[in-house]
């Protein structure tokens, strides 16, 4: 009986150290785990920390290339409507050259009425004449330089729409560099026209200035 309860006690002694180290393994197994999830966890948060900043950044920067395209867009309708501005006023003086062509002619048949006359009319009528010719050339250069104007402004607006779509297709990272690039050029354009505007009305005021010597 003594043997079978010392016996019993090792046996029991045996389990409970296996029941002890299995515990040990497991619990060890369960360390590794959890210390596997929280570096998985760590890595999982700080990713999620860089994608919330790239976030900011891109809203960011979407804000600032909508601003830039808004912009552009005030820019490009307020140019529409100083090229709409000059189109009406080139109709304008398309007309008032039509209506001074008719008086060109009426003026012209007056002055071969006049030669018949006398000597002294044909004189007057003959510097009448001349004038209505320098007046007839002087607007023929404004019809020239009008139409040209009016072809330039048309490439104008052509070149800046199709900017304007260009930006709109492109993407976001694009944007940036392509608006600036198209606003320069816009600038550029634009600048260019209004120098050829100012030499046009030059050369009209010397035009108009430069009548023909008395006899």
Not at 73 to 96: D, G, Y
Not at 165 to 191: C, H, I, Y
Request: net charge neutral; with cysteine; glycine share 2%.
């Amino acid at each position: 009986m003594k043997n079978f309860l010392q016996n019993l006690l090792i046996f029991l002694a045996l389990c409970l150290c296996g029941l002890i180290a299995f515990q040990w393994v497991r619990e060890t197994a369960l360390r590794q785990q959890r210390q596997k999830l929280t570096d998985t966890l760590h890595e999982k948060l700080e990713a999620i920390q860089k994608l919330e900043a790239d976030v900011r950044l891109y809203k960011a920067e979407i804000q600032r290339l909508d601003a830039t395209n808004n912009l552009l867009n005030a820019e490009v309708q307020s140019n529409r409507l100083e090229i709409s501005t000059l189109t009406n006023n080139l109709q304008k003086v398309t007309a008032e050259t039509e209506n001074n062509q008719k008086q060109i002619v009426i003026y012209k048949d007056a002055l071969k009425q006049a030669n018949d006359n006398i000597e002294f009319e044909k004189e007057q009528l003959r510097k009448q004449g001349e004038e209505l010719q320098r007046l007839a050339a002087s607007h023929n250069l404004l019809v020239s330089n009008l139409s040209l104007t009016s072809k330039t402004i048309s490439e104008l607006a052509n070149k800046w729409s199709a900017m304007n779509d260009s930006l709109q297709r492109a993407t976001p990272a694009a944007q940036r560099e392509m608006a600036v690039t198209n606003r320069n050029a816009m600038a550029s354009d634009f600048n260019g026209f209004v120098s050829n505007w100012n030499a046009m009305l030059q050369t009209l005021q010397r035009s108009s200035t430069n009548a023909p010597a008395s006899n």
